[in-house]
């Protein structure tokens, strides 16, 4: 299936390791363990500019960047750079694991089933994208009682970053293929950046 | 049971003959659970994942599937005993990545596996010959079900079991399907059975799952929702359109035969020549020519019975199978010689195809 344009995973290169640029530099050590010296060579153009890392060849294989599927480099090399301390302060973390919103955004698993109650609104945008309904209807475990309705509802959610929100949907959508959705949530962050 | 025992036990989808088998030559279901109150292996310590596989293993142990069962940590699995379960579909590739705290239980009869610790707590699998997914299915409901009395699975009344994964939530079944589609490459028409099959919400996938070719022009075929459908919706309508594109191989095959005869001599004739006797033969070309072999068999060019020999080449053929089979890692020139050994010698018997 093509990618939308501007869905494109960054832009990169991957220059394995049999190539003659192997070793440009031999004194070039790895820019993660900052004592291999480095064998594998990145470049990516981020947000316009150009980044460049240097990686032996343990700290490659750690971070996945010889896994042709691994697409998700970019951000765990570099966290993606664009989370400000004012993002961080009010990111989501589930109480139960201590899961953030931005380690589930990158790796698209959840840490335990209590995230999916502190989470609840990012996944909720996605699951009709990714599913068939939203309403459970399969078997039910034999141990399980519906619970009771008198029980209080749960308190409601600490105010949301919807951009955040978004952008989680936007990666989620992407990495499920779901590329229809993925461009509208697109066009919907747009609107909400110049809003 | 040992690892070695397993290895020489034919699996029962190979000795039986389920429903369609000259085209859908397995049917697997797996089922995603996770324990409630604990963390998904994938975000959990290790500790967390050794606490979950002693407070499980008690109760696999005890199931009645489970009597004389091979069960091993993957921290105690070579690599090749690994690779050689993920040749057998018995455990995911992902599975063969993890060491200590998780691991592969598998029935003597090779029919269910349970991975522990895989991405989510549980992934039980059952597989079968032909397809007889509605079969596959009872099976491990019921094994769930007894599960379930014993250990408090994480559920959720709107979302259902909930998964580490957000696209396995509510039912956490992938039902699937491997298909044997030679004469849909050979037309050149699986381009479009692939993107119809897509957009009626099911998947296609190469041999080995996500992100592999189609080898052999083996195809698996699985749901790609979980949630909003109950699990035997879900088997029928997959089932449905298996048996809608089981009906298009057919025709393509009997099609190719009657306008393009030659062709198909040639690539029948082909394939006998090169597994006959050739002395380097890479995995790839190997099993295209075994695919042809076996569309050979089922359209009554080769015997009947050459299909099933096919089947088990075909998993004996890959390079931890070869491996195991010679008692040492080899390189992969050196698997490609063995491989053409072997195929030599398995295939020494089998007459010339009949021209058409």
Known sequence: MQMPVDLKPQQMRYIPPDTPFRHPSPSMQCDVCQQNPATVFLTQILKGELQKVNLCEACSKAKGVTDPTGFALAEMLWGLGTTDTSEVARERICPACKLSQSIFRKSGRLGCSMCYQTFRESINHLLKAMHKGVQHTGKTPAKWEPPAPAVAAPAPDPPVNRLHDLQLSLQLAVDGEQYEEAARLRDEIKREESS | MKFNALLRRTPEWMQTSGPHRDIVITSRIRLARNLEGELFPGWAKKEGRFEVLAKLLPHLNSLPEFQDAFIE??????????????????????????????????????????MVNEEDHLRIQSIRSGLDLT???????????????????????????????????????????????????????????????????????????????????????????????????????????????????????????????????????????ILRHAHILESKEAFNHLSMLRMGSDTGLLPVELGKLLDTVLVEIQPAHLQIASQKKLTAPERDVMRAQMLREKLQQLPEPRLL
């Open chain 2, 135 to 273: 079969q596959a299915f009872a099976v491990l409901d019921r094994l769930d079900t007894e599960l379930s009395t014993r250990v408090t699975y994480a559920f959720d009344a709107q979302l259902g079991f909930l998964t580490a994964c957000p696209t396995n939530l509510g039912t956490g079944m992938r039902a699937s399907a491997m298909l044997h589609l030679p004469a849909l490459v050979l037309s050149d028409s699986m381009n479009q059975v692939i993107s119809a099959v897509q957009k009626i919400g099911l998947a296609v996938r190469g041999l080995y799952g996500e992100g592999t070719e189609a080898l052999a022009n083996l195809f698996q075929i699985s749901n790609q929702h979980t949630l909003g459908e109950n699990e035997l919706d879900i088997i029928a309508r997959l089932e449905k359109v298996i048996e809608q594109i089981i009906n298009h191989e057919r025709n393509a095959r009997a099609k190719l035969l009657q306008d393009d005869p030659n062709r198909i001599n040639d690539h029948l004739g082909r394939a006998y020549a």
């Open chain 2, 73 to 114: 940590d993957m921290g105690d699995l070579d690599q090749i005993k690994k690779q050689v379960l993920v040749e057998k579909h018995l455990i995911s590739r992902e599975q063969a990545a993890k060491s200590a705290g998780s691991a592969a239980i598998i029935n003597p009869e090779q029919s269910i596996s349970i």
